[in-house]
């Protein structure tokens, strides 16, 4: 079984779940794992080789996010209320008016690819366990 994440916030609690479900499962053929996929996949780089800035990539709800949000369902982005980080109080660290469809379309891409290498590993290792 594969867990996939997609926040630092939870990387302590998701371990320590993992690891009580595979002690829990130690006498049966099934194990969890933890893919870590959204900020390890080279999205932020790519947003840097396009010319984007760290500033505007962002943390929370920046370009990053924000791409993503608007590949996946625009319905659920307001792009009438899309500034630049200044404008908000709270919680937006980045730049999500410079997010785009094509720039989410391409981090969703690589998020997939990998996932899809991270679970390609884990069955080779353990494979090689057996």
């Known amino acids: 079984m594969v867990i996939l994440r997609d926040s630092g916030s939870d990387?302590?609690?998701?371990?320590?779940?993992?690891?009580n479900l595979n002690a829990e499962w130690a006498n049966t053929d099934?194990?969890?794992?933890g893919i870590p996929g959204y900020r390890v996949n080279?999205?932020?780089?790519?947003?840097?080789?396009?010319?984007?800035?760290e500033a505007d990539i962002g943390l929370h709800a920046g370009i990053l996010d924000?791409?993503?949000?608007?590949?996946?369902?625009?319905?659920?982005?307001?792009q009438d209320k899309l500034a630049d980080r200044?404008?908000?109080?709270?919680?937006?660290?980045?730049?999500?008016?410079?997010?785009?469809?094509?720039?989410?379309?391409?981090?969703?891409q690589l998020m997939i690819d990998t996932s899809v290498e991270s679970i390609r590993e884990?069955?080779?290792s353990s494979r090689q366990k057996r």
Request: charged content about 20%; proline content about 3%; cysteine-free.
């Open 86 to 108: 200044s404008a908000f109080e709270g919680s937006v660290n980045g730049n999500p008016a410079r997010a785009t469809r094509a720039y989410g379309v391409k981090g969703l």
């Open 66 to 78: 924000t791409s993503l949000l608007l590949a996946i369902n625009p319905g659920h982005v307001r």
């Open 11 to 19: 990387t302590a609690r998701l371990r320590e779940m993992i690891g």
């Open 122 to 124: 884990l069955r080779v």
């Open 42 to 53: 080279g999205f932020d780089k790519w947003l840097l080789e396009q010319g984007e800035s």
């Open 30 to 33: 099934t194990r969890i794992h």
